[in-house]
């Protein structure tokens, strides 16, 4: 069964960084498209960051040239470095596969959020 569990969210000021994690269970996480996803109060959710079987990534307008996508093949992780954070970075950060399917559980996820 295909499982994420996210850490690593927290509270951080403007222009601060975090890493998020999220390891992977039930299967090998570089053979299949994976990534990141988030969902702020009162929205959809929203994807962040996708990186596909051949190491390709795909990030949303918003993020492009602060955030990273990362994998470690033998802990079957994968990281978010979030950089020069937003306060509309603020929301609830999830692993999931790319796409996710309409009827994802996207489980509990990790909270950040960014705010002096």
């Known amino acids: 069964q295909l499982q994420f569990v996210e850490s690593g969210g927290g509270l951080v000021q403007p222009g601060g960084s975090l890493r998020l994690s999220c390891a992977a269970s039930g299967f090998r996480l570089d053979d299949y498209a994976a990534g990141w996803f988030r969902q702020a109060p009162g929205k959809e959710h929203e994807g962040v960051l996708c990186?596909?079987?051949?190491?390709?990534?795909y990030s949303g307008d918003s993020v492009k040239g602060r955030f990273t996508l990362s994998r470690d093949t033998a802990k079957n992780t994968q990281y978010l470095q979030m950089n020069n954070l937003k306060p509309e970075d603020t929301g609830i950060y999830y692993c999931a596969p790319c796409p996710p399917g309409a009827a994802y559980d996207w489980g509990q996820g990790t909270q950040v959020t960014v705010s002096s």
């Open positions: 990186m596909s079987s051949d190491g390709s990534t």
